[in-house]
């Protein structure tokens, strides 16, 4: 499937949403989907969209006037209201809108409102609705049903204004509201919306309402206006939120408080009553908030305290800062607990009008910040002698709070200076360099945060103009505090002695350079090794396509297969062990034997270098002085094929075309099911000097310094680690080479002789497993999470073969909600990809392990990743996972472990 059908696959999934795609300038319908086609009236592709409303330009309810913001549209034709909105996109490459069309509510119809639709429209709307107006901007009447909460309803049609006057807004409405409500949803208010095309499309108003048992109900009503047809129609939605507006106070009120607060009052400071769940001496004698405020000046520490507290704590003080918007007020004082010891506490009063009363209530409250004082002092004094100042920047509510312990810095001034208002004329005042327009950048909050986007924190240097004429040297450096890109730290210290020091300096510097050096040179060895061990298995792999292109025999093509699968194998271990090259520097890699024939091995080698082989015009020949081919042994087959390719590779690399490249194998003891075999490579190369033989053959990035070197440039990795390897497997490694004639490796290893019997049923196990896989796993439910559609469709089948049903997810977030929708029980395992969009399998597994359900708990997870190190098989067992299977996943291993899991 190539890119374009899987977007247009994705589009069409959407079942719910509306999806056009149009031209940028000329506005031509290139593409809908099929829920939009269930909309469309007529065809719309290769014309204008808005050609099909029978307009001659853009419709005035286009969302395209404005991008940034939704569109309702009603559509009489199909009983609903529609949001519209869209985006900038490229669709094959040309600028195109993707406009997006959802469905927001279901309308009424609107000329007979026939009993039927009224009970589809009652059931269907929430319960909270109590209203629904339609108002016809044309002739200014009104079709409008009213709710009971007994289910009945009244049906209305008449002019808006009599509708406004005599059942909207009557006298039971309270008057202050009764006149807001007229003007927002006056008729002469909606004329003015109507004509604006790219005005408002929705306007809503809280109202009281008189009760008939006394009780005040809190009514909101919102207007929708719908500019998609003549004349235009407003849609006016009414809802009881008497119980939404009480809740709304109480967590205004609420939901402030914090869980460290020593005391807490609820206060209303217009009736001047208060109400408090904390025990605190002597407060049974307080009756009013007067009181308490007195008790708490009474209980304040030191006469200047005293008398902040006094400002503070006063009623009528509040209420005036309240009127003048200032909502939130706060005050720090130091609290007597018990005559001997007083408590630093910060106190908060945070005010709210109550909308039914129209009191001012609030909360006051009290935190401990004894530890706050005795940090801010600390630091006071930490850095009094080493830094100018500290600085925590709030990047959000643009605030900064300052520390310093120079005399010649004040907190006050700094905070000032610092400010996002100021600071730029403060560094232009100081800076004491050149270009000052560069430095003013460099010092800008944007261009900090773009350095703090790529290391953990920045350093700048400046020179400043002190107020006595001299030149000092400034360091500042910035960070996240706590990692929280919030708030950025600041400290700038004096740094004139050290850069007086250049040869100091200096010396920083050709570290610092000797260091990105070497960093160089290990990425440039890294890549240059993985160069190496993969060009030559992925030459075999090239070369078997191009013979496979040309072949007609299904038998030649099958063995070509399977000898690129083995290649592909060969290479997906060295591209793990090459990203991994610790295990193999300190020893850390571990052999994995398996059974293999031995003839296949050979024949798996030769395939891997024919092309290069024939490329150069060599000869590569195999001379078996006695081994038996057809025998089966135990190794580890893709370090032995590693081995050897090394050796063969070097050979063909450094012998002039028309040479000989020779393989002899030589059994030299049999005993105990042990073969003691000597393998010898011969080539008619260059050969190499005796000193280099002796001395540095096998050491890492070696290389003769001969008049060949510039032509026959390698990394001279090759031998090193075929040394490590043969030595891993208790074997040796010798050579024998003279300068212009050739080179002899002689590979000594033990290979362990498996019984034929024994080896063919292993060999058959990948067989057995599938048969078995088959019947045990026949009708299960597997639920497949995989971001990458080809991945997905080779898992897919592989499932399929042994009769799985297959729930595609197309990342951990679409599995998770296939998981929560299915029946209890019904998924019987789950295979999780790790890396995907939206949410990845490590999060998705631990989702659904927390889940309020049974299966939950005990369903398999089964991870099925390329991401195959210790600490990601960690990652996933800590997220609950069961097993992990590294990719490309084997058959038999899938369906061994899905069969051991779900029986």
């Known amino acids: 499937m190539n890119k374009d059908n899987e977007i247009i696959t994705f589009l069409e999934s959407f079942q719910h949403t509306g999806i056009y795609i149009v031209d940028r300038e000329t506005l031509k319908v290139y593409y809908e989907n ?74 009424p119809k609107r000329k007979s409102l026939p009993e039927a639709s009224l009970e589809r429209m009652n059931r269907a709307l929430h319960s909270s609705v109590i ?30 204004d009599e509708y406004m006057r005599t059942i909207c807004f009557n006298e039971k409405v309270f008057p202050e509201d009764r006149s807001k409500g007229e003007k927002v949803l006056g008729i002469e208010n909606f004329q003015k919306l109507s004509k604006d095309s790219e005005g408002e499309n929705e306007i809503s108003i809280r109202y009281r309402v008189h009760g008939e048992k006394g009780q005040i109900h809190v009514l909101k009503c919102t207007a929708y206006v719908l500019r998609d047809e003549l004349p235009h129609h407003i849609s006016i939605i009414g809802k009881e939120v008497s119980q939404e507006e009480k809740r709304r106070v109480q967590l205004s009120l609420y939901n402030k408080l914090m869980s460290s607060a020593v005391t807490t009052y609820q206060l209303n400071l217009t009736q001047n009553t208060f109400q408090t769940s904390s025990v605190v001496n002597h407060l049974d ?24 507290a006094k400002r503070f704590l006063n009623r009528q003080y509040q209420l005036k800062m309240f009127e003048k918007n200032q909502s939130i007020l706060r005050v720090r004082l130091p609290i ?116 703090l986007s790529e290391k953990e924190k920045f350093d700048n240097y400046y020179p400043i103009r002190e107020e006595d004429g001299t030149i000092s040297y400034k360091k500042e450096t910035f960070s996240y505090l706590n990692g929280n890109w919030r708030f950025l730290l600041l400290s700038r210290t004096d740094n004139t002695d050290t850069l007086l020091n250049q040869d100091e300096l200096n010396l920083m510097l050709a570290k610092a350079l000797e260091s990105a050096r ?25 070369g078997m396509i191009a013979l496979s292109k040309k072949e007609k025999n299904f038998h030649v093509i099958q063995e070509n297969i399977n000898q690129m699968e083995k290649s592909g194998e060969y290479m997906l271990r060295m591209i793990n062990d090459t990203l991994d090259m610790k295990r193999i520097e300190t ?38 002085k006695n081994i038996n081919l057809d025998r089966y042994a135990r190794v580890d087959a893709v370090r032995m094929k590693q081995i050897f390719i ?26 105990n099911r042990v073969d003691y075999d000597l393998f010898q490579i011969s080539d008619t190369g260059i050969g190499m000097s005796r000193e280099f033989q ?99 469709q080779i898992s897919e089948n592989l499932l399929k073969k042994v009769g799985c049903q297959v729930i595609w997810a197309k990342d951990g977030k679409e599995g998770v909600k296939c998981f929560e929708q299915s029946e209890k029980y019904g998924i019987d395992a789950v295979l999780m990809d790790i890396q995907m969009p939206q949410m990845d399998g490590i999060m998705a597994a631990t989702v659904i392990r927390n889940l309020l359900r049974e299966d939950a708990k005990t369903v398999p997870i089964i991870a099925m990743t390329a991401n195959a190190f210790e600490e990601d098989r960690e990652a996933t067992k800590k997220a609950g996972m069961n097993a992990h299977l590294a990719k490309p996943v084997k058959p038999a291993v899938l369906y061994e472990t899905l069969m051991n899991f779900i029986s």
């Not at 419709?59 to 559509?75: E, G, H, M, Q, W």
């Open 131 to 160: 209203s629904y107006v339609d108002v016809n901007m044309g002739t200014g009447m009104c079709q409008a049903i009213h709710f009971s909460r007994d289910g009945n309803h009244k049906i209305y049609n008449m002019l808006y």
């Open 34 to 107: 099929g829920t939009a086609r269930k909309y469309t009236i007529v065809d719309r592709i290769g014309q204008p969209c808005y050609q099909v409303h029978g307009n001659t330009s853009m419709c005035a309810s286009c969302p395209l006037r404005n991008k940034d913001r939704k569109t309702f549209v009603n559509r009489e034709d199909h009983h609903m209201i529609f949001s519209v909105s869209a985006k900038e996109t490229m669709w094959k490459g040309i600028p195109t809108y993707t406009i997006i069309v959802e469905k927001e509510r279901d309308l």
């Open 518 to 542: 070497k960093a160089t040179e290990e990425r440039r060895e890294l890549f240059t090794r993985m160069s190496h061990d993969l060009r030559t298995p992925m030459n075999g792999i090239l």
């Open 587 to 624: 020893g850390q890699l571990v052999l994995k034997p398996v059974v293999t024939k031995c003839s296949m091995f050979i024949e798996a080698i030769e395939a891997m270098i024919r092309t290069g082989i024939e490329e150069k015009n060599l000869t590569f020949q195999v001379v078996n």
């Open 285 to 308: 004698e307080c009756k009013s908030v007067d009181d308490l405020y007195h008790f708490i000046v009474e209980h304040t520490v030191g006469d200047e305290e005293k008398e902040k």
């Open 336 to 451: 007597d607990m018990n005559h001997e010891i007083f408590m630093w506490l910060d106190i908060t009063c945070n005010m709210v009008c109550n909308p039914i009363s129209k009191d001012v209530e609030g909360i006051l409250y009290s935190e401990a910040v004894d530890q706050d004082v005795i940090s801010e002092n600390m630091i006071y004094q930490m850095i009094e002698n080493d830094y100018d100042y500290l600085a925590v920047f709030d990047l959000i509510n643009h605030t900064n709070t300052v520390y310093t312990g120079n005399s010649k810095y004040s907190k006050e001034e700094m905070e000032r200076n610092l400010s996002q208002k100021n600071r730029e004329t403060y560094f232009r005042k100081i800076y004491a360099g050149e270009d000052i327009d560069t430095f003013i950048y460099h010092n800008s909050i944007s261009y900090i945060r773009k350095q």
């Open 694 to 792: 002796r001395t540095k053959v096998f050491l890492p990035y070696a290389q003769e310094n001969n008049y060949l070197t510039g032509k026959y440039a390698g990394p001279g990795l090759g031998l090193a680690i075929t040394k490590s390897l043969v030595e891993l497997m208790g074997g040796r490694i010798e050579v024998e080479s003279k300068l212009g004639e050739g080179s002899t490796f002689k590979i000594y290893l033990d290979i362990q002789i498996v019984d034929t019997e024994e080896a063919k049923a292993l060999l058959n196990k990948d067989k057995d497993a599938a048969e078995k896989a088959g019947i045990l796993l026949r009708g299960k439910r597997i639920l497949l999470c995989e971001d990458h559609p080809l991945n997905a």
């Open 646 to 671: 090394n050796i063969i590779s070097n050979a063909m690399k450094y012998t002039p075309e028309g040479g000989v490249i020779e393989l002899s194998m030589e059994c030299l003891k049999h005993e």
